[in-house]
């Protein structure tokens, strides 16, 4: 008996992960958009991986000789005021822009998330406690929090992530409390609850994996803002220090030459972000359906 539950097992378990695959398939090919999004995506974190040791220049290097040259064949998206390669210096921001972005939703998910499930299934002071503190966070203007917070603590990049992580816990904590308190009283969680499973156990094993599908769609939406809200702290002073390569450090030290006509030093590295942003939104939209169990049909 035992020896003929193993090739069943794994059996099954390919059954599964070949159902799961071709559905994402089916939803990439259907939604022309999503596809799109996933590809830039991968562009996106191809550029962050390989693309510093790809680049034509040194991003730190300057050459007055060439300063505020337009794009050409030797420099594609130019030079600014120091002579330093535009384009070298956004596709070597690229890593450090995705990494606070990632890093920054990825804290705030997992504590924001843990949080709100808790407290959602528990209920009563716990609930209260954790209600209250999202409140009191959401109070405040967001990116004026997340300005003050890095200026009590240092512009430095790991401050950077702590500031974008709280000022996003209370979307985890409110989404994740409302998915738990939707199914709490769902006719599993009494058979799990009836089986034996312990509080801890119906809540991180039936509760909270049914809440992922939309959990996940927050996170890849506030990718886009994460991003934004480095770049906009670096804009005005309050995020990584230059020279660093930095796409919101690029834009302010452009901004200052836009009414000279010269165009090229912002508009690349805002371009990236509006592009990255964009396609964090654009894959946020498209990721409901493969996701979400109930709509495999």
Known sequence: MSTAAVPVGAAAARGAGSETWRHVRYVLAENPLTFAAFLCFLAIVATAVVGPALVPYDPLASDTAVALSPPSFAHWFGTDQLGRDIFSRVIVATRLDLGIALAAVALSFVVGSFAGAWAGYRGGIADKVVGRFADTVMAFPLFVLAMGIVAALGNT???????????????????????????????FVEAAAISGNGPLGILVRHLYPNALPTLVVQASLNLGWALLNAAGLSFIGLGVRPPTPEWGIMVADGANFVVAGKWWIAAFPGLAIMGTALCFNFLGDGLRDPLDPTRRT
Do not use: D, K
Request: hydrophobic fraction near 55%.
């Open 157 to 187: 990049v790991q401050n950077i992530v702590y500031a974008t992580a709280v000022v996003n816990l209370p979307f985890y904590i409110r989404l994740a409390r409302a998915e738990i308190v939707r199914l709490r009283e769902a006719g």
